[in-house]
């Protein structure tokens, strides 16, 4: 994790990550719950991974979809193994009821996480105002907690630089942001945020965001190996034809193969994930998803993952 020096925080060190992060996936067993066995023996593995950090409850990690008794046991299960093997770790607490989001923000600070993400609430769309208002009370229950805020493409308000500039003038601690890229035009606003900000952009677009100004990854790339992902970021810097080259093909990829039965069965974004870390198969995560939801078959991820393996063999 890197530490860069936040103007809007005097000349106080703000630690903020940068590098390709891996979502920790939930395990489902036979009888659709969570397999907390198994939960225990993937966090292991990522932990051992070339991954800068590991992240809780993003959309591939089901936040939507986990009581809260689930999100502490989830929560108090990585920070222990992180805690222990060294790896660098963010917790998501975000949540479509925002006090219930402040509340689970206010348990895991103990937790000494790298950093938080959180998304603006998202049911009914707040104002600027209310927006401001929420950042501001998620400030305060982090204390010194760094934050990173999650505005996905389908967030109900998404948000322009200039809107999280505005966020931060009331949470010095928000030190990145989860987005989804940009055009050339898109990266020169970025590079405008001063240098004690990450913008992290999807895993399948890093070669072209890595010399525009994105600071790293929570990488879809990385469900389908972890270490692939790395390598391909390391790659940007020592080759960077070569590194534009894979993302082509990873792009191809993901049309041909993985978007299709995005509109052919209506698999969600956390059910594409869950069976790209099934096709990568190095850990013990299947493509199952939380009740009521979707998921891929047996079948999918057979084709998957020969596909991946024909079509982007650097990445195992």
Same mark, same amino acid.
């Given at each position: 994790? =890197?530490?860069? @020096?936040? !103007?809007? #925080? +005097?000349? /106080?060190?703000?630690?903020?990550?940068? $590098?390709?992060?891996?979502?920790?996936?939930?395990?489902?067993?036979?009888?659709?719950?969570?397999?907390?066995?198994?939960?225990?023996?993937?966090?292991?593995?990522?932990?051992?991974?070339?991954?800068?950090?590991?992240?809780?409850?993003?959309?591939?990690?089901?936040?939507?979809?986990?009581?809260?008794?689930?999100?502490?046991?989830? =929560?108090?299960? @990585?920070? !222990?193994? #992180? +805690?222990? /093997?060294?790896?660098?770790?963010?917790? $998501?607490?975000?949540?479509?009821?925002?006090?219930?989001?402040?509340?689970?923000?206010?348990?895991?600070?103990?937790?000494?996480?790298?950093?938080?993400?959180?998304?603006?609430?998202?049911?009914?769309?707040?104002?600027?105002?209310?927006?401001?208002?929420?950042?501001?009370?998620?400030?305060?229950?982090?204390?010194?907690?760094?934050?990173?805020?999650?505005?996905?493409?389908? #967030?109900?308000?998404?948000?322009?630089?200039?809107?999280?500039?505005?966020?931060?003038?009331?949470?010095?601690?928000?030190?990145?942001?989860?987005?989804?890229?940009?055009?050339?035009?898109?990266?020169?606003?970025?590079?405008?945020?001063?240098?004690?900000?990450?913008?992290?952009?999807?895993?399948?677009?890093?070669?072209?965001?890595?010399?525009?100004?994105?600071?790293?990854?929570?990488?879809?790339?990385?469900?389908?190996?972890?270490?692939?992902?790395?390598?391909?970021?390391?790659?940007?810097?020592?080759?960077?034809?070569?590194?534009?080259?894979?993302?082509?093909?990873?792009?191809?990829?993901?049309?041909?193969?993985?978007?299709?039965?995005?509109?052919?069965?209506?698999?969600?974004?956390?059910?594409?994930?869950?069976?790209?870390?099934?096709?990568?198969?190095?850990?013990?995560?299947?493509?199952?998803?939380?009740?009521?939801?979707?998921?891929?078959?047996?079948?999918?991820?057979?084709?998957?993952?020969?596909?991946?393996?024909?079509?982007?063999?650097?990445?195992?």
């Amino acid at each position: 994790m =890197s530490v860069e @020096v936040d !103007s809007n #925080a +005097g000349n /106080t060190a703000v630690p903020r990550p940068g $590098g390709i992060w891996g979502a920790v996936l939930l395990p489902i067993d036979f009888n659709g719950e969570i397999d907390w066995a198994a939960l225990t023996e993937e966090i292991e593995i990522l932990c051992e991974s070339d991954l800068a950090g590991i992240y809780t409850n993003g959309s591939a990690g089901e936040f939507h979809n986990q009581t809260e008794a689930e999100f502490d046991r989830i =929560s108090e299960t @990585v920070s !222990s193994i #992180a +805690g222990r /093997t060294g790896k660098n770790f963010q917790i $998501g607490v975000s949540c479509t009821n925002p006090r219930v989001a402040r509340q689970r923000l206010e348990r895991v600070v103990s937790f000494r996480p790298n950093a938080v993400q959180f998304t603006l609430p998202d049911w009914w769309p707040p104002t600027d105002v209310e927006a401001l208002r929420f950042v501001e009370g998620m400030q305060i229950a982090a204390q010194d907690t760094p934050l990173v805020i999650y505005n996905p493409p389908h #967030a109900k308000v998404r948000l322009s630089f200039e809107q999280i500039s505005k966020l931060r003038t009331v949470a010095p601690g928000l030190v990145g942001a989860k987005l989804p890229g940009g055009d050339a035009s898109w990266y020169t606003a970025r590079r405008n945020l001063d240098s004690g900000f990450s913008v992290f952009v999807p895993g399948h677009s890093v070669a072209f965001g890595r010399p525009n100004g994105a600071d790293g990854s929570y990488s879809n790339v990385a469900c389908l190996s972890p270490n692939g992902a790395v390598r391909l970021w390391d790659m940007i810097e020592s080759d960077p034809v070569g590194a534009n080259e894979i993302e082509t093909r990873i792009v191809n990829f993901f049309t041909e193969f993985v978007l299709p039965l995005a509109r052919k069965d209506g698999l969600s974004d956390p059910a594409l994930d869950k069976l790209l870390a099934a096709a990568g198969n190095w850990g013990p995560v299947g493509p199952i998803l939380l009740w009521p939801y979707s998921s891929a078959t047996n079948d999918d991820v057979i084709t998957i993952r020969q596909a991946a393996l024909q079509a982007l063999p650097e990445l195992f």
